[in-house]
């Protein structure tokens, strides 16, 4: 997939990788407003930082005059975190009216942005949000006075819906309804969940059914097919218990007295049936004969002693 | 800017010589191999020279054991699906965590179909664990698929083992290998080392030859129903008139590959040149697949606290093409199957590169991304909220794998 960046994305990138005076890259000390978005097991995470010019009697009129972030993440994830410094400082906003800006601002700043990369600009507008609330509880303004609706209150508690990246149920209807998303793919590029394993996309509870409840049952479409989980165990194979003990008795008898004297060992790693798989360790391991050693010493030993169809296999 | 191609894993030039090969048969000598006049027989001679030039890098098995294919993902789409369409009432298929999507995806799929499949998990390096393996081969086991050299990574399995060991414990489990990456890096000889190597996939872009071409080994005798049906070229086997330009120029590129087989060499000398300057100057860097054996031109780093992708776009400002298994490369959300099966940890899971060298590298290149590296990785570093630029580590608070140590190699 080559990059769909716009010119202006691309610009910013490089500007701010490179600290052209005028970027934002960086973190305010003792900072007025903290937010983060996002974490490193999810592939992206914006630290948000912003200092106000206080206002002498009310806190409402602070107003924003710096604005710095740190960003773990993808070309389109640190021209977004850019872009959001850019618009906050540049629109001498009070932390309140800076609540208005929203992900779209910063797609529309950056001239566009890939759609599998919209969730960049939506970590940028939820890091914003939190670092707005982290300067009410500093400033001690009540929030919900100041008219502004308490959304995310709860969301972190609530019943995880994907799981892979960790988003919760009341999040993502919240999101459904302010960034319109209709379909599973437009929830996945907006705030990514459902992008990995996709095991919630038609669980009952899963992302469909959280669209159906927000817009109405959709006509349904060939879903895609259920997940398979790989499954990295594997099943020993049934071997007879009296079998097993009568090689590993031989073995231990006599095979491995045999070799030992050499300087070598032997291990037996499984057996099925009748077949015997066997390591040699020790001097025998890098000896041009060891394939040789085994199979005509241990296989005629076992032979004679326990029973004339095993085999041995060297691993 | 000059090109800096490092992502020959992905894609090679396309050889001159294969080039010249290839032109007359996309001008004047344009007749169906299969038509029955003189004019035609000169094209028909074409796909048996390439055919057997095909069969010699392999070894020098039969040639008509080989079918030409679209590529790699043609033909183990084929050869996983054909062996299960031959013997469906055998159900049991063992392949690996780390395969490339065009075997995992297609275990995936005949395990939702009702197959039984068992996915061999890796460790750190990437390497099989053997007795894993043994203890997963049952009566009922149809097919084995197990990649030679992971594309992400180059981590090498042993191959011609696991297949002597298949065939020991039941001679009718048929071994099949992707060999798409080592085709041309490796020598190959399926009539002696790889013998018990019963299907092989390989395409034709990944040494040299175009796009849109590669091929099937599949030894005489293996059940293997077809993909293609409703013609009668390639013995039946692979129906559709044959792709001569491309089938051509795959011949040719395969005779390259096997009289540069010595050189592989140098490329592992550059190679270990850009791993050891790296290791040397990054600090928190992984080198995926460290410890194992690897492919002589492949290079994975995870660099903790950053992002590919975002690495991958300086790069190509430097003119540096490379690529990364981060989930923003991907055009998915998860970062690489493979770096996840091998527990890279997760500060260094979204970090990665993969540099891959061809016959064209030289050393000049190797020393451009050695002097420019360093300075994309510090670049996002300073930008990165997990790591303290003054200090060059990680902030205390940054979150770590337990135990905390640096992993510098």
Redesign the interface.
Known sequence: MAWEYSEKTRQIFMDAVHGKPGTHMGEIEKPDGFGEHGSIVCGDALRFTFRVRQHATDPLQDVITEARYLTFGCTSAIAASEALCTIIEHGQYTPIQALKVTNQDIVRFLEGLPAQKIHCSVMGAEALESAVFNWAQKRGVDLALAGVQLQTKGEDEGRIVCKCFSVTEPYIRRKIKELNLRTIPDITNAIKAGGACASCHHAPGGLQDLLDEAWGRQPAAGGPPPPVVPRTETPAGASSFQRFKQIEQVIAQSVRPALQHDGGDIEVVDIKDNLVYCRLSGACAGCMGAQATLKMMVERTLKEEVSEQLRVIAV | MKTIYLDNNATTAVAPEVTAALAPFLADQYFNPSSAYDQARQVSAALQTARHELAVLLGGVTPDQLTFTSGATESNNWAIGGVVRAQPQRRHIVTT?VEHPAVFEVC??L??QGCD?????VDRSGQLD???Y??????DTLLVTIMLANNETGVLFPVAELAR?AH??NPAIIFHTDATQAIGKLPLDLTGEFEHVDLLSLSGHKIHAPKGVGALYAKRGTPLRPLIIGGHQENGRRAGTENVPFIVALGRAARLAADHLAGVDQIRQLRDRLEDAVVRTIPYLEVNGHGAPRLPNTLNLSCH??????IL??LN?HGICASSG??????????SHVLKAMHVP??A??GSVRFSLSRYTTAAEVDRVIEVFPEVVA??R?????WDAARNAPRPT??QESPAQPTNH
């Open positions: 965590a995936k799929e395990a939702r499949v068992t996915f061999l998990p053997r007795d894993a043994v203890r997963a081969l049952r009566p060991i020991e414990t606290y950053i992002e590919g992708e975002s776009y300086q400002e981060s989930a923003c490369t991907s055009g998915s959300l998860e970062p997760f500060t899971m979204h670049s996002l300073r930008i990165s909220p997990y940054a979150p």
